[in-house]
């Protein structure tokens, strides 16, 4: 098979350009398939509406990995290609389906949400992005890995930003834990004032992901524990995260559409 490239609408050079032009044939590896088939990410700050949508080349490519092939994956290739299909979806959602779209949220009807739409074409059926993610991505007992909040992206301002690059199974720890650190860097996100942890949302829906013991992590405590020196300034409030002394706090969840000028 000729090497491979993903083909994006519009005519500016991109960072896709240079790594898929640079992958694997499809056929090489099991992973070189989606890994070549994902290549594409909006970068840091860039507005969402103006990052180059998949072609449906990528969606052909990510719709045509059987069941089979996917069971065959290593659960790290089986991770990377779940959130890398996720990402690309919402993507092709946002951009595809609403131009002057105000919030993902505004796609759904009043007795369902953009995620319960069943228009994903993976793994031999039509899926939503909630069996993606809640069922797939999260089902316990075969990941376990609560990082995959850092990682799969609702086109939203209060979600962890969309990755640069492409999630590949060599790399997919690293790739975890610096999307995460990133995230908990994000001050707008998480942070310590007044006495007490105010950090996103995100870890009082899923709160239970990480008490599940990944990395040794068994409660939300730990994990702010573990990122105590991004969280605060003074060694007196890093020491008191560590000793799992702060309370924690939810902050409101932003909605609106991820688009940065």
């Not at 990995?65 to 089986?78: G, L």
């Amino acid at each position: 098979m000729a090497q491979a490239s993903v083909a994006w609408a519009g005519s500016r050079t991109s960072w896709i350009d240079r790594e898929c032009n640079n992958r694997p044939a499809l056929s090489s590896t099991r992973s070189g398939a989606f890994n070549t088939a994902v290549c594409g990410r909006r970068r840091r700050g860039r507005s969402l509406r103006d990052t180059p949508y998949p072609s449906l080349s990528l969606i052909h490519i990510l719709s045509a990995v059987p069941t089979t092939a996917f069971e065959a994956f290593s659960k790290p290739q089986q991770m990377a290609f779940l959130i890398n299909a996720y990402n690309a979806f919402t993507v092709e959602l946002i951009l595809t389906r609403s131009p002057q779209l105000e919030s993902i949220r505004d796609l759904g009807g009043v007795f369902s949400k953009p995620w319960s739409i069943r228009n994903v074409p993976l793994l031999g059926r039509m899926m939503t992005l909630d069996e993606i993610e809640h069922d797939t991505l999260r089902a316990r007992g075969r990941y376990d890995d609560p990082r995959i909040h850092f990682a799969v992206n609702c086109a939203s301002v209060g979600c962890p930003m969309l990755r640069e690059e492409a999630f590949v199974a060599e790399r997919l720890d690293t790739q975890l834990d610096e999307q995460a650190a990133r995230f908990m860097a994000d001050r707008s996100r998480n942070r310590y004032a007044a006495g007490k942890l105010e950090v996103s949302r995100i870890f009082d829906w899923y709160g239970k992901d990480f008490a599940l013991g990944h990395k040794g992590v068994a409660s939300l405590q730990d994990f702010m524990a573990r990122h105590a020196d991004l969280l605060a300034d003074s060694p007196a409030d890093r020491e008191r995260i560590r000793g799992k002394a702060a309370p924690l706090s939810f902050l409101e969840y932003d909605w609106k559409l991820n688009d940065a000028r």
